[in-house]
């Protein structure tokens, strides 16, 4: 039987597509499900609703236990085949309210501030403690199992644990499945997206859009390099920063316009604030939804429950399918964020990269890429250097690691003196309090 232990299991609505999918899916729907999360509200909210979903389309057929508080996480992991991490350490409320606030202060804005900039530095160097912890949990009581990472910030926690654990790490995401999808629907080229073939490599968040061909093969670039140009000319819409980048830089790149218009010096700068409404750039984005989610959230319980009518049909989130290529040894492809044991000759070897990748019994095998063009490599530099230095900080708990991927941050930098970083990230660092003690 296989098992599957799911860490932030009160993250709800995630937990129901990724272990719905499980139900959905014949190799995996008769195996023990363990949800583990420290909030027992979400927890118990997670429970009614999986419980729901197992007897209305699985029969019953998984078997589904909670377990409470790091006491019991040991007990959740214990034998587990994969574990699914989808933690958030610190909440909306106090950590990501801090996160902005402090920053603002100093004049300095973001949009999600998950991932990279000062934000996402802060929500790793808080996060990496609790994945030592376990890291080694599953080095004792599941050390052959598969740890499939969903949380952010992507390469700075997923990096960590593949440089630094013994435990088999691959970082997913969501936005490489639709990367093509939605960049030929918002041209309007919705016709070559059957059969339509691409590559993607580069960082989580911003991997590029490397080759895109129609089903006949042909190069769909110079279209689309045409039709992004025209668009942001005539036309204000939610995806300007990532067409400028086609512009300027010739590829498309696979998160959201709001997520990259924080990871470069180029958009978000107070000496130009013409550019936020220029650009449609969402400023507090993450808050805002945030907010939302919390005010909607039992409205939201009620209609996904509908009187316990609730149902699953399987999703594109990759956690399903790799479990299910391990079991059944039916080779699947990802795009999944692993270690650069030079699959991307132009970008350091400790860094996570995010490739293509085969899965089957023997697990996650990415795949060559070669060299990037030489603009998209050093445009993702930018980026490694601030997580390879988080990473550095979390490891040695050292604080001079901290001032320095700050400084080294594009839009930080861009935007603060020095010495202004080293007082706003002291200042975060003594409000975070006990999530950041460890750095003091």
């Excluded at 376990?134 to 969903?150: G, H, K, S």
């Excluded at 959201?256 to 924080?262: I, W």
């Excluded at 939201?300 to 989130?317: A, F, P, Y």
């Amino acid at each position: 039987m296989v098992k599957i232990a799911f860490l932030g299991a009160g993250s709800t609505v995630f937990a129901r597509n990724v272990l719905g999918d499980c139900m959905c899916t014949p190799a995996l729907c008769h195996g023990e499900i363990a949800l583990y999360d420290i909030d027992p509200k979400r927890l118990e909210e997670s429970e009614i609703i999986l419980r729901a979903i197992n007897e209305n389309i699985n029969e019953g057929r998984a078997r589904i236990n909670t377990y409470l508080g790091a006491e019991n996480r040991k007990a959740a992991l214990k034998g587990a085949d994969f574990v699914v991490n989808a933690i958030q350490v610190g909440g909306y409320e106090p950590c990501t309210v801090t996160d902005f606030e402090i920053p603002k202060k100093y004049g300095l804005r973001q949009t999600i501030g998950d991932t990279l900039g000062i934000g996402g530095i802060m929500r790793g160097l808080r996060t990496i403690p609790v994945m030592e912890e376990f890291a080694r949990d599953m080095e004792e009581v599941c050390p052959n199992t598969l740890f499939l990472n969903y949380t952010n910030p992507m390469a700075i926690l997923s990096g960590y644990m593949q440089r630094y654990t013994k435990v088999r790490t691959v970082g997913l995401c969501h936005s490489v499945q639709v990367c093509t999808e939605g960049l030929l629907k918002g041209l309007g080229m919705e016709d070559k997206l059957e059969g339509a073939s691409d590559l993607i490599a580069g960082i989580n968040h911003m991997a590029w859009l490397l080759k895109i061909q129609d089903k006949e093969g042909n190069d769909l670039y110079p279209e689309i390099r045409r039709r992004a140009l025209k668009k942001n000319a005539v036309e204000k819409h939610e995806d300007m920063v990532r067409y400028d980048y086609i512009r300027n830089f010739g590829y498309y790149c696979t998160e959201s316009s709001e997520h990259n218009a924080e990871y470069n010096p180029f958009y978000l700068k107070s000496r130009y604030p013409e550019f936020i409404d220029r650009y449609n750039i969402p400023l507090d984005e993450y808050p805002r939804r945030c907010v939302n989610q919390i005010k909607g959230w039992e409205e939201e319980k009620r209609n996904i429950l509908n009187d316990g009518k609730v149902t699953h049909q399987r999703s594109r989130e990759y956690a399903s399918y790799i479990m299910e290529a391990v079991v059944t040894n039916q080779p699947y492809q990802i795009g999944g964020n692993v270690l650069n044991t030079g699959l991307i000759e132009n970008l350091p070897s400790d860094a996570c990269v995010e490739v293509p990748c085969l899965v089957n019994a023997w697990g996650v095998h990415p795949c060559h890429v070669g060299r990037l063009p030489v603009q998209l490599a050093a445009m993702n530099q930018t980026n490694i250097n601030v997580q390879l230095l988080t990473i550095e900080a979390a490891r040695t708990r050292d604080k001079n690691y901290i001032y320095q991927a700050a400084m080294l941050d594009p839009h930080t930098a861009a935007e603060l003196s020095i010495e202004d970083i080293r007082r706003m990230c002291d200042e975060l660092i003594e409000a975070h309090g006990e999530y950041m003690a460890m750095y003091r």
